[in-house]
Each structure stands twice: as C-alpha cells, then as structure tokens.
C-alpha cells in the first residue's frame, strides 16, 4: 500500500521514507500528531503475511500497546489502515548490536546482554513471542543515560499458545524448531536461542555458531539445519571465560528440551551469578539482581511517608508540623540510604523546593562550597529548603570552616525551632525542613535546648523476618518468588537484621546460601555459612567509602586520582572523557568509567561532564596519592586544561618556583574577585610550605598574605599565628622593611580585637621606626591607624565624643591630602584611611557617601572591603534622600556578598535594601529584604543580638503599619521590645506602637507608649535619625491630644 500523497500515515506525518524494507513489511520514519516524537511507522505487506498471522494480527495488536520495559521500544499504536496491518513505534536512536559492540571488550557486552535477555524475560513474562530475534531488531545506543538496548519490531510477535508452525523469523539466528516446523516445541527457548546465536556473533565478529549460511529455499534450510544436531558451536577466535562458554552452548543445543535454561530469568541468573572479575567488574558490590528496588524503602517506610509528608506540605505553603528531624542508629542501619532517598524525591520537585546536602567528615573546600550555597538560599527566602545532614554527630569543629558549618546548622535548628514556637511573627519566613542523620544523638549538644515541639526522633531498628522477606522480595533474584521461611530465619541469624549487612551477606555469600535451578529458581543451602562469618555494625559508611577504593584496580585508581585532581576545589569544572583521555593515556576509558558509574563511584552529568557520586570521595583520592604523583598529574593537567584553570594546577604541580608565584596569584584572585578567602589561605599556605627555608623573604610575605586574609574573616587566631611567625623568619637587627609589614598587621589585629590599649602602644612604638626610616607611605599607615584607634574609642562611648571625632576627622583629612604625593603603586596601598565612618558617626551622611565613592573609584579594594563599602554609601545618600543612587549601590553589594561567601554581609546588604525601600513605601519589598535578613541572621545564632532582632520586627511592624495591617504591626513591635527593651529600636517599636494603637482608637494606650519613646530620646544624642524620631513622636502625640 502505497503512503498517500500529504506524506502521513494513520495521523502521523512521514519524515522520511522506506528507512528499512523486508518481504512483507516497509518502515519509514515519522513524526506524532502533535510533532514532538520521532516514531517509526511499519507498514505490514497483506499479500505476503499468511491469513492466519493477520487473524492473529486482529486479535492480539492491543496487546503490543501494553509491553512497556525500559529494553523494549514501545509500541504507541497498532491497528488496521484500510485492511493493511501497522504499528507505530518510538524511534530509537543507535546501532544493530553487531555493529554496535564491534570492538568491545566481553566486560562492557556483559550487561548490555544481560539488557537484552531483560527485554526477553518481559516480552515472555507477557505472555508473547518475539520470533524475530535478529541484529536488525537489537539496537544499541552507547551515549544513552541508564537502559542502552531496545528490542524492535514486534511485527512477528504472538502469543505462545498460538503458534501454529509458520515459517517466521530470519535465517541466520532462526531456532530449529521453527526452521523444521515442529510447532509443538517452539516456545521462549526459541526466542532464547535467537539470543544466544546473536550474543556468539556478538563474541566472533559476525561468524554463526554453525556457520550456517544464506539460503535460497526453506528446504536447503532444512538441510542445513538438520546436519547442526550433531555439531557443537565453533570454537570462538578469542578468549572468553569458561562459564560464559558453557553458558553459550548450553543454550544452542539442537533440542529444545535439552537446553538448560528454561527461560531468561534463568540465563540472567546463571550470568550475574558466573560472571568474574575476568569477564566484568561492572557489578562490583551487589550484584544487580540482588539489589531491591531503590523506591523499595525495606523497614523505612513510616519515617519516609512521615518525611515526604513533610517536605510536600512546605511546598504546598503550610507549615510542616515537624521541620527538624533526627534519624538515629548504628552503623548499617540505612540512615544513608534514607538520605539519598529524600534526596531523590526532592529533585523530583526541584522546581518548588532548594535542596542541600552536607555530609561530616568533609573536606574544607567541600563545606565552603556547600554553606556558601545554603547561606544563599536562606537569604533569598524564595522557595523551601530540605537540608540534609549525613552524620551530624561526627562533626568535630577543629578547623574554623568546621566550625563555622556547626555554628550555622546550630542557627538553622534553632530558627526553626522558633518558628514553630511563634509562627506568626515568623510567617513571612520561607519553612526550612531538616533531615540528619545520628549514629549516637548525645553527641549532638544544641539538640538539648531545641523544643520538643519543632524535632522529632526516627530511630532506626533491626530488620525482623518479615522485613528481611520484604527485601527479598524487592530483588529481582526473589521477585513474584515464593521465599521459604527457613531462608529469612537463617539471614535473621547470621546478619542479626542489620540492614546492610543483609545485602553484604546476600552479594559476597550469595552462592554459599542459595542456588539456582535451570529456570532460575531459587533453591536454598542455609548450612554453609555459619552465624560467626558477620561482625554485626561493624563499619561508618565512611569506612565503606574507604573500602571502595581500596578494592580497585590501578587503572580506575589512575583515573579516579586524574578526575579528583581537575575537580580538587569547588570552583574547578568536572572534567569530560577527552581531556581524561589526554591526561591518562588510557585506551578504555569508556569501559573503566562505566565499571566505575556502576559501582556507583561516578555519575555523568547532563553536560557529559564525570564527576563523583559521593562528595567525600575526591578528598579521600588526593589524601591517599602520593605526593610526588599528584604535583605530575597537575603538572600534566596544565599542558591540557584552559586557561581558566592553568593556575591552580600550576600550583599544584612539580615545578616549585611556579608553583609559588601561581599559588599567590590565584590566592589575590579569589580575594579580590571572589571573596573566598578560605581558599586564598590555603592556596598561600600550600605556597609557604613550597618556599625553601633560606627564602625567607618570600615566606615571609607569604606569612603576611595569610594574616591580611585571615584578618578579612576576622580568625584573629590564625592571623595571629601568621604574623608571629612571619616576623620570627627575619634575622635579628636588619630589613626594616619586612618588620615593618608585620608591625602594621599588628595594629590592625589589635583593633579588629577592640584591644585598643594594646593597639595604641603597638601605634607608638613604630612610631619610632617611622621616623628614623622617613618613608612617607609607612608614615601614613600609622596616622591613619592613630585615627582608627580615635574613631573606635569614640564609638565605644556612649555619647560619641565628639571631641575624639573631630580629632580623627582632621587626622584622616590630613592623610588623604598626603595620599597624593605618593606614587600611584603606594597610593593604592593606603587601605586604612576611614574618613566616611567619622563623617557618618558626625552625620554628615552624604558626605560620607561622597568621600567613600571618591576612595573607590581611585583605589578598588578587594571584595571583603568593597562590600560594606557599597553599603555604606548606600546608606549613606539614603539617609541624604538620595534613594535612586542609594539603591544603585544596595544592589551592588548584594550581588558581591551573594558571591562573596560571606554571611553576615549577606545580611547586612539585605538590612540596607529593606531601610531603602522603606523609605521608597514599597513596603512589600521592604518586608521581602526584613524576611531575608531575618533568615540570615537569626541561622548564625551564636552571632545573634537581641538589638539585631529588635531592629528587624521594628521595621516589619513599621511596614505592616504604613500598609494598614494595625493588628500584625503590634505582633512585630511586641517582638521588637521582646528582644531589646532599651536602646534605639526598642525606642522605635515604642512610637510604632502608639502610631498603631493610635489608628485602632486606643488612644490612651497609644499615649503610654508614645510617652516611653519620648523617655527613650532624652536620653539618646541628637542627630539626624533621632530627629526625625523626635517629630514623628510629637506629630503622633499632638494627634491624640486632638482627638481626645
């Protein structure tokens, strides 16, 4: 039948014609109705298909529809066009399995016929024949994610029971008993033999096991066939293991009854359970058909319903009743298993919530990189979050990243916590759910001051013979098996339910416990392994992560080291096979990483980037390198990677010299552009252990790099340690110049430490070395130093002495005068001067602004000090009514801190955003920027001041009340007070109360609290703000009165 004129068919349009063509049937390729699905179109001959099969054809076509298995292409539609049989397939992408596996090593064809006889099991499970097991109906395609094979073309298909003796099939890979016509013996062995002539072909180029050859008539088929009874298979032209062998030909045998499998269950089986390191290693750990159903959650289905309900009501905007959870239990019990999980269901509905996971023990880049993103997220207060925490309790705090994590997960907890105490204040606040894991919950102390009524406890028990039943039954080995009860009894046993420790027993003992019948069935041997074989919870899954890599082979290790060293910092790109090519030199790339993707060590990503599955993993590779064979494999990275990352390897490579100076540019790097002075400090640390002991000169200046970062994060420890140690490297009596750096690093700690006694002798005493060395930018470093120490103890007093600022004003005046007489390079090194904070502390506010803007543009300082820059300009021309400009850079500082990794900058740009757009009455985004901040500041509790809380509730009440919203302004003022009942905000919450009180006509109570906020002025200085307070106050008042 020809394809109409309009080129479609049955409704689907024809792309491309007779893409394939046989006796009695033509293909083309197509398009669906709505054109979003490549189809394949076959187009059944009715004058070559016999009566019967088109009978059968009407009676079974719906059946087709219905197959759906990932190693089956599916059938969309079959039916009759004009009397002329059709199906309509997906189209599938790829080669013939002949051509696709050409070249392959027997461990990479293992598991793609292991798919195929999957596809078989189904296609029989379903009750139907395939009958046309062939090349040209198994594609292969090598670039899919997940399932690579699909079967094709069930245009011969049928159910068993209906076979009636027809010539169906091709030739080369057609069963016996089809060829001679004994319809009482085809069956699925028939199918399976089909399988086994195309998995030899696969083995041997092409060549036929009996090398049958084309023929022109069934009768010389026939023939050909008959003399195969007393033939084995031909020796195989290559070296394949000896159960793969006997496998083949146990499954060619010319009588169906004498093959041994009785169907492909029981060849998959016979496979996994045969297969040896010679033939795969892709099945490393469990093998697959002993693995349940990862959506299986054995034993752990009430914490997961009781979990998803969770997450799915936050996304659905109400509160979850719980947002903390704890899950307990000893090592084995599947507290990571559940993580993943919650992992996975969470990415299914990525769109509506933010998923974060951290693990202990971790690395410092790791944790960096992760509380960076998290601080983020809980600033921008868009969607939900799911935190999960693998091992909360092995979080140890020793280095300052570990520490400042536990400090941010202790804020996470207890703001949710507070939430759920006092929902209404905390209404506009984003729900965070929490889900870690415990092996012992004592060990985590801030669980003890979270209310019972935000946490709740999940502790994981043993499995019971029922469950153990349950996850047999999840297997494929086991499913729709009847499991004697002596099996379960005996695992209870041997593992005492410790979850992981069953599926251990069932993957390394599997053949000590059970074996298999010809069809696949299990048979048990409880005797064989004795109860004392398992020391019950008897590793961390960090020790199981560890005995992963100890298991592997030179080559995966080379190429894991290779993948760990490109992805050694968070910032480095996840490397692609060419490059990994370049840098191994290994041929079989492709084969190594897909033993490794199915050991689930790696994963490709949708950029066909490689990268680890477990974040541990890179850390735990380049710990146990040797030292000298991961400065060559940087080093060989450099002659490969883009330029982009030329640095970091640099620094890490075997040449020492350029290894120092790129360790330092790439550390002012991540300062300056980034922020990230966590990774400066290593990348100048690792410099300083390069640097030989007689360069001391450049040890010490590396010294000073690693103060000035560790100054920025405010770790006075470490500065500390840096600057002692620096200045010891410089022999006694001589080069001024160095002791002088570190002179200068000393102040700056001691006023970073509000030491400021201490700060002014330090001032003093290299006041001395300046005058004797003359050098005018050394001099100007300590006059803006002495105002520092002017401003910060003029700050400190209560009533601002104006005495001191006026002396530091002229101090800084004088210094910016001076700044021009140096040249350009030393210009650029005065960082100190702080002319705008005294102008701001006077009030002179837009002059500030301007003086700041002036600073920046002449002399762009690193990120850490560009932020709260920005910021204070930004309030600075606020305050002057300049709130166009003042947004500008309001704006500016929040992308930087965003980048930044910097906690309370974050917070800080978003204080300033919400003040500027108060000013604006757009209070909806002022609330929006109030929420955000309050996020960020109230996951740093151990930084949390009762002022910072005041201030924000103040604003949010002040917002609600400019809106109308009299009744939720209270609740955010009563808050306010709650938190600080002196000072400038609570003073502020007072006025905002009478204004709302006031405008509900509680005028004598509106009297009461506008009478304490006037209290509150007498006593505070006389300035801009509290000016404008004072009017509001009298405005408020004077209207009372007149409706009184």
Known sequence: MRTPEKESFAGYTVTKRDIARGCSSMIHEGLSHDGKIRVAIKILRPSKISKNRIERFK???????????????????????????????????????????????????????????????FIHRSGMLHLDIKSQNVFVNANAKGNRLKILDFGLAMPEKEYRGEFVGSPSTMAPEIALGLSEKVGKRSDLYSAAVLMYQCLSKGRH??????????????????????????????????????????????EPEERFYENAAGVIHAISSGRTSEASRTSRGSPEYLVPDPTKLVGLSEISKILTSEIEKSTSGDLPEKPLHIISGGHGMGKSHIVHFLKTFGDTISDRISIHRISFPSDDETLSEKIAELRISISDNKSPILLLIDNLDAAEGKT???????????????????RTENPEIYSEIIPTIVAATVTEIQKVGFLKEILASALKLHELKPFTASDITEYLAATPAFFRRQIPSEATQHILKITGGIPLEVKELLSKNFEGLFSFDAAGEIILDPKIIAPSTFRHGASTAFERLLHKIKILDRDEIKLLESIACCTAAPYLEAPKFPLLKRVTGLKDIEEISERLMRAGILEMDRKDRIKFCDEHMPGMILMRMNPADRKKLHSELVKHVSLRWKNFHTAHGEDDKKAIKAAITLGKKMLKNHGDCSAAIKLYTSALKRGSEAHWKLRSYISSLIAAAALNTGDLTRAGEAIYSGSRMIPEGEYPAYRRRFALLDIAMALRAGTLNHAQRLIESSRLIAAKSRLEDYDLALKNYNGNLLYEMAIRDPSKDAKKLLEARKIFEGSKSMEFRLAPHSRKKVMNNLLYSVLTAQGLYEEAARTLEFEISGNKPDIFHLIPAYMAIAEGLRISGKTGRALLWAKRALKLAGNGNSGPMLAYSHAVLANIFYDMDDFQRCLAHCSSELASIACRSAH?????????????????????????????????????????????????????YLSLGKKKTAMEYIGCAEAMLKTMP???????HRKRAKQVKKLIRDQM
């Open 944 to 996: 949390t001041t009762p002022n910072s809380m005041a201030r924000i509730w103040s604003m949010m009440g002040r917002c609600h009340g400019e809106s109308g919203n009299h009744r939720k302004a209270i609740v955010y003022f009563e808050a306010a007070l709650a938190s600080a009942s002196e000072g400038y905000f609570a003073m502020s919450a007072y006025l905002g109360m009478g204004e709302a």
């Open 209 to 254: 096991p009996f090398d049958r050859t084309l023929q022109k008539s069934r009768a010389e088929l026939m023939k050909m066939v008959e003399a195969e009874k007393e033939k084995l298979p031909a020796p195989l032209d290559r070296e394949i293991p000896g159960w793969l062998e006997l496998l083949l030909s146990r499954m060619l045998i010319f």
């Open 59 to 121: 009676a079974e076509y719906k059946t087709l529809t219905k197959l759906n298995h990932p190693n089956i292409a599916k059938v969309l539609e079959a039916g009759f066009k004009e009397g002329t049989p059709f199906i309509i397939s997906e189209f599938i992408e790829g080669k013939q399995i002949l051509s696709a596996l050409a070249g392959y090593e027997i461990g990479r064809m293992i598991p793609i016929f292991i798919e195929l006889l999957k596809g078989l099991d």
């Open 400 to 418: 300052p990243i570990e520490a400042e994590v536990e400090r941010l997960i202790s804020g996470i907890f207890a703001f949710a916590a507070a």
């Open 1022 to 1028: 006389v300035d801009e703000i509290s000016k404008s």
